[in-house]
């Protein structure tokens, strides 16, 4: 990283410290003794953060943050104070001149690291926006390269959005997560989330942000990476939620509040620990009861003494959490009426598939109001619990124009992964494509025996993939730890033109260039070679990232 800090503090062993520390991050680090040489210094070259001590002889660190302010407002400031003087650091906030504050002695590096991380964070931030209203005004004068910018601008949101949105989806044993995002405009305020915080503890995050659109998508953003930072300190949905509420205070708009779920699942002793503000009440499905579970507090961001408390629960096998915004219990019919909570628990229906559940939530809230698009954003996700079970994991999250699957090789049904994926891409572009049926096939075939099995070159030596010994190899690396517990992940993405799909497994990769092409005379025998031949057959175009573990299929759709 490239961002620059300025250190300024009267007392050399705490400045020798921060140098350090720094330093270490791999920060670009200057100090200085006192406000004047640190201004002098300010003065001669950019640095995008200082940390000043607030009381020095002669010029005061609120002195210097005043000046520095003068000379670049953009350039962000943490005051470091003691006890008594914390009230005026206090009120440097209050003012806006200042992003924050520690006080000294500085005991937790951790929490330097984390406030530097969010002062540069704004500061990138605030730059960005600073270049994109300068673009804005450059181009009022023409309106069609006004236009032509704010597509351009809105692309590249909607693909940053497109970026953030999208869980990490862990993979864990007896775990099935599915989740479906449809914003109201081209981005959207909902942040999902779903993280493994250890072998036994996964932790699930879903907030709904004041309003959408990109106000509200640049809030949920900052929340989804603050998130998945506080994460690294401490896996407790309180000390999350704490920590959450206290940053939106101080980086949010008056009106911005965050209603959210924060709950994080022990696998082991099947518990559910969480914390529950605003948000519709999620839903466990356990055989043909239906447990509503309950609120434990307060919006996120509006409260600096928030008290965060939360509930427990045990869960047992095959339950099935079922987690959703208000975007789709407001969706409304055309008498007026909203489909409600009510609504979301007579679509749940019988299974206990999450992606079954969550599909069909959306399905019956647009057939209730008559319209695919929804007045707010909306999530609804479902995770579910089938313990040990070797039921093929799936974990699936679907965006606007991008869907992504995550599945175990273990347990991998490769005809049910197909259809599955197949009819979801058929389902979302309305077109049944069968060139992509066949290169799909066996690019999936492809990266499960060839790239997560390693069988390429026994499948080479035996020339006969039908052969008992071939298939009992086949078996055994299935079930095995070091082959069977390799993800494939498949993405794709669409819109008006083109549609995207790629596979993605965790074998060693390939030279696509070394395989030989099965249309030459000598060839016609071999096995290898001929999955990818069909693939460059049926695509508009193929390619394959530097490693060899992910090929994309590119297709243009006809209008």
């Not at 953060?49 to 953009?74: F, H, N, W």
């Not at 440097?92 to 006080?103: C, H, I, M, S």
């Not at 809230?365 to 609804?380: E, G, H, N, P, R």
């Not at 994991?393 to 005809?415: A, E, H, S, V, Y």
Request: glycine share 6%.
């Amino acid at each position: 990283m490239n961002e620059k800090i300025l250190v300024v503090d009267d007392e050399p062993d705490i400045l020798e410290r921060l140098e350090t520390v720094l330093l270490y991050e791999h920060y670009n680090v200057r100090t200085a003794s006192s406000g004047e040489e640190a201004l002098e210094i300010f003065q001669t070259e950019p640095f995008d953060l200082v940390i000043a001590d607030i009381k020095m002889p002669g010029m005061s660190g609120l002195e210097l943050l005043k000046r520095l302010k003068q000379t670049d407002d953009y350039v962000e400031v943490i005051i470091l104070t003691g006890f008594a003087t914390a009230e005026n650091a206090i009120e440097a906030l209050r003012e806006n001149k200042a992003f924050d504050f520690l006080t000294k002695p500085l005991k937790e590096i951790d929490e330097l690291y984390i406030r530097v991380s969010q002062a540069l964070g704004k500061r990138r931030l605030r730059m960005e926006n600073r270049r994109l209203l300068k673009d804005l005004r450059q181009a009022n004068a023409d309106l069609e390269r006004r236009i032509e910018i704010f597509n351009l601008e809105m692309s590249r949101a909607k693909d940053i959005y497109n970026l953030i949105l999208a869980p990490q989806l862990p993979v864990m044993a007896g775990v099935e997560i599915h989740g479906r995002c449809i914003p109201a405009e081209l981005v959207g305020g909902d942040v999902f989330e779903v993280l493994k915080a250890d072998e036994r503890r996964l932790l699930i995050f879903l907030a709904d942000v004041t309003g959408h659109g990109i106000p509200a998508a640049m809030t949920a953003n900052n929340l989804k990476i603050l998130f998945r930072e506080a994460l690294k300190i401490n896996a407790d949905p309180a000390a999350i939620c704490k920590h959450l509420n206290r940053i939106l205070c101080w980086i949010s708009l008056p009106d911005d509040v965050v209603v959210a779920f924060c709950g994080q699942i022990d696998l082991e002793s099947m518990t559910l620990n969480y914390y529950l503000s605003g948000l519709p009440s999620p839903v466990i499905i356990r055989d043909n009861e239906k447990i509503c579970l309950k609120p434990t507090g307060l919006p996120l961001g509006a409260f600096e003494d928030l008290v965060v408390e939360c509930e427990s629960l045990r869960l047992e096998k095959d339950d099935l959490l079922i987690l959703f915004t208000d975007g789709i219990t407001e969706a409304k019919s055309e008498r007026g009426e909203f489909f409600g909570h009510k609504g979301v628990e007579r679509s749940i229906g019988e299974t206990n598939s999450a992606y079954d559940v969550v599909n069909r939530i959306v399905r019956e809230a647009s057939l209730f109001q008559q319209k695919d698009t929804f007045q707010d954003d909306v999530i609804v996700a479902g995770v579910g619990f089938c313990g040990n079970s070797s039921k093929m994991i799936w974990n699936t999250f679907c965006g606007p124009d991008k869907c992504i699957f995550k599945m175990q090789t273990k347990f991998l049904n490769i005809d049910e992964a197909f259809h599955r994926i197949m009819h979801n891409i058929e389902e979302r572009s309305g077109v049944d494509f069968e060139r992509v049926k066949i290169a799909f096939f066996e690019l999936l075939m492809n990266a499960i025996e060839h790239g997560n099995l390693e069988m390429s070159g026994l499948k080479e030596l035996m020339q006969d993939n039908d052969s008992e010994e071939y298939q009992n190899i086949l078996k055994d690396r299935s079930n095995s730890d070091k082959y069977g517990e390799r993800l494939i992940r498949v993405e794709y993405m669409f819109d008006s033109d083109h549609l995207e799909i790629s596979v993605e497994d965790e074998g060693g990769g390939f030279d696509p260039q070394s395989v030989p092409d099965p249309t030459h005379n000598g060839n016609n025998t071999r096995l290898s070679g001929r999955g990818i031949f069909l693939a460059k057959m049926n695509a508009d175009s193929l390619k394959y990232n530097a490693k060899g573990n992910k090929v994309t299929l590119l297709y243009r759709l006809q209008k």
